[in-house]
């Protein structure tokens, strides 16, 4: 069964910062992945997603995410992040058509 | 943007007591999923459904769960006699193809008394 490690259980930076989530997965196989943030109070909100092709990919609202195979890795990046950055994201793994989600990384993003 | 719509937003019950969650796919999806987030806890999978049937489940869907989708909009989850470990957020969701993107509803909290 494959499973999805996110290093960083809590981060606090401040605005402007640069933000890197680490995501690592265990599975051999074929994979999709995606990134999901739940701001507070809401439902989870696909950020980006990838599949195949170009292993760096861009979602919304400036967030990226680069996939590693080699590493086992998909690990989400923004290069300044603002105070509505501020939430719970998750990396998630899709193998063997069942999503299987990380353990969450909550944001605070101090003005 | 097509959204899934969950009803209610929160739902509180007595122990012992059935709940039906339930969960308004987007109009062309086939597969459909249940998930739920205890608070402070991560996502879980519970179980995903295609073709009017359960297409595999966790260890957490045990015999107190039952999922339906009674008619051609509504996908429902029962939990026949709720216990307090049972207080979560849960979400359904749909896609419309296997391993693709999923469509994520707003969640329903349930509060097990």
């Known amino acids: 069964a494959q499973s999805v490690s996110q290093h960083n259980h809590h981060v606090i930076l401040s605005e402007a910062a640069s933000l890197e989530l680490g995501c690592n997965y265990s599975y051999g196989g074929t994979v999709n992945l995606f990134w999901y943030v739940q701001y507070p109070g809401q439902h989870l909100q696909l950020l980006l997603k990838y599949f195949s092709g170009d292993p760096l990919v861009k979602g919304i609202k400036g967030f990226e995410a680069e996939f590693i195979k080699s590493k086992f890795s998909f690990n989400l990046r923004k290069p300044s992040v603002q105070w509505s950055d501020t939430a719970e994201y998750f990396c998630a793994v899709n193998a063997d058509y069942k999503l299987s989600f990380g353990a969450g990384t909550t944001v605070t993003v101090r003005a | 943007e097509p959204e899934v719509t969950q009803t209610p937003s929160h739902q509180v019950t007595q122990m012992g007591q059935e709940v039906i969650l339930r969960c308004v796919p987007i109009?062309?999806?086939?597969?459909f999923y249940w998930y739920r987030q205890i608070l402070g806890q991560k996502v879980e999978f519970l179980v995903s459904f295609y073709n009017n049937e359960i297409s595999e489940k966790s260890e957490i869907f045990d015999d107190q769960f039952s999922v339906e989708r009674p008619d051609g909009s509504n996908f429902t989850l029962k939990i026949r006699s709720t216990k307090l470990e049972d207080s979560a957020m849960y979400f359904c969701?749909?896609?419309?193809?296997?391993?693709?993107?999923?469509?994520f509803g707003s969640g329903t909290q349930l509060s097990v008394l």
């Open positions: 969701a749909s896609s419309a193809r296997q391993g693709e993107k999923l469509f």
């Open positions: 109009s062309n999806h086939l597969y």
